[in-house]
């Protein structure tokens, strides 16, 4: 809505003063700023009165894994899921005040953020009202996912040049890409439904995944902006991507949105994202990285996201398998939790190596 004060400025007259405050709208890098205090105000102001009438309603709060460490039982019991209502409410009112509601990159990418936390909501419910850990089946939420990705898929590929648009941009080199053509759709599917089930893995902890997520979110809206800027796209010899700079914008809602929530996220957790919040900031992640081009820059940038992801597939497959298991638990946060690493020694340290691997993918901005 703000961005319209950009057309304010040039068309009313008689404005003085006031002319070149109102030409601050334009510039991405402002309204980016705006957003994530917006986010993070609104967060601030509203979260108590949501955390209050999910505590009400849910009761019990969400179900503990009887087979998960058994402090969790007696520490995390009570505590009210669906947090990422909070992250979403204040995503949601950010972007809509600060981007451009006329480009189509911030449309989509919300679409899929929603469409993902619905999926998300509505397992945390079955959980909530059931008293059980497990939601609904796996593969119906898995296949809802998969067609609002390819959904999204497709309308980015309509919506950027070809053949560029379907093909795959390889880091490290400014002129290798691999085209993929349509199968790109299922391609780009696969990065945006791993990245939203990669996070929900990730969130196990207090404070654990909200911060890698924001840490992601800051390193895409640097690559967003840089993308869509065709001065700064050139330099690094990077492929222009007309409009996916407003994406910065979303991203610095995420940030806002992030820091709010971790104020009541942090240990001991008032409460958890749950897989509202999980997988809706998951699908956003991937989403962005298809739009601005940069997929393999995620799996690096996110790269404890697949450390998660990657640890419950080698469990579960050496299980079936063998018969034994890799890790004393999985994912990978709970092994170091059965080694006698305490919550917060874990939280951290999985921060610092975020930190590390989002420094790693945006060193491949120069390195071509």
């Given at each position: ?259 709010g929530f971790l104020w009541f996220n942090a240990p001991p ?100």
């Amino acid at each position: 809505m703000f961005y319209w004060l950009i057309d304010l400025s040039n068309t009313v007259p008689g404005l003085g003063i006031f002319k070149p405050l109102l030409n601050v709208f334009r510039y991405i890098t402002f309204r980016t700023g705006g957003a994530m205090v917006t986010g993070a105000l609104f967060v601030f102001l509203f979260g108590p009165w949501i955390i209050d009438n999910l505590r009400l309603r849910q009761g019990k709060g969400q179900p503990i894994r009887t087979d998960g460490p058994q402090s969790h039982l007696v520490s995390k019991k009570g505590t009210p899921t669906m947090g990422g209502l909070m992250i979403l409410s204040g995503l949601v009112v950010s972007t809509v005040l600060w981007a451009n509601p006329l480009n189509p990159y911030v449309w989509i990418v919300l679409a899929v953020t929603l469409g993902f936390g619905f999926v998300g909501f509505y397992d945390d419910y079955l959980k909530v009202t059931k008293q059980t850990h497990s939601g609904f089946s796996g593969k119906t939420r898995i296949a809802i996912e998969t067609l609002i990705a390819v959904a999204a898929c497709y309308a980015l590929v309509r919506l950027g040049r070809q053949p560029f648009s379907t093909a795959l941009v390889i880091p490290f080199f400014k002129d290798v890409v691999l085209n993929f053509g349509w199968f790109f759709l299922i391609f780009g599917a696969f990065i945006i439904v791993g990245a939203g089930n990669a996070v929900n893995l990730t969130d196990g902890l207090d404070g654990l995944a909200i911060v890698p997520v924001m840490i992601a979110s800051a390193s895409f809206a640097m690559i967003a902006y840089l993308a869509g800027n065709a001065v700064f796209a050139d330099y690094l010899q990077l492929n222009y991507i007309a409009g996916t700079g407003e994406l910065a914008v979303l991203c610095g809602a995420v940030l806002g949105a992030g820091l709010g929530f971790l104020w009541f996220n942090a240990p001991p957790a008032s409460i958890f994202m749950g897989d509202t919040g999980s997988l809706a900031l998951g699908g956003m992640l991937g989403s962005i990285a298809v739009a601005v081009k940069h997929e393999i820059v995620l799996a690096v940038i996110g790269g404890l996201f697949v450390l998660e992801a990657v640890s419950v597939i080698v469990q579960v497959t050496s299980f079936k398998l063998t018969g034994k298991r890799i890790f004393k638990m999985a994912p990978i946060h709970h092994h170091f939790e059965q080694l006698g690493w305490t919550e917060p020694q874990i939280v951290i340290r999985f921060w610092i190596i975020s930190v590390m691997l989002a420094l790693a993918g945006l060193s491949t901005l120069k390195l071509r």
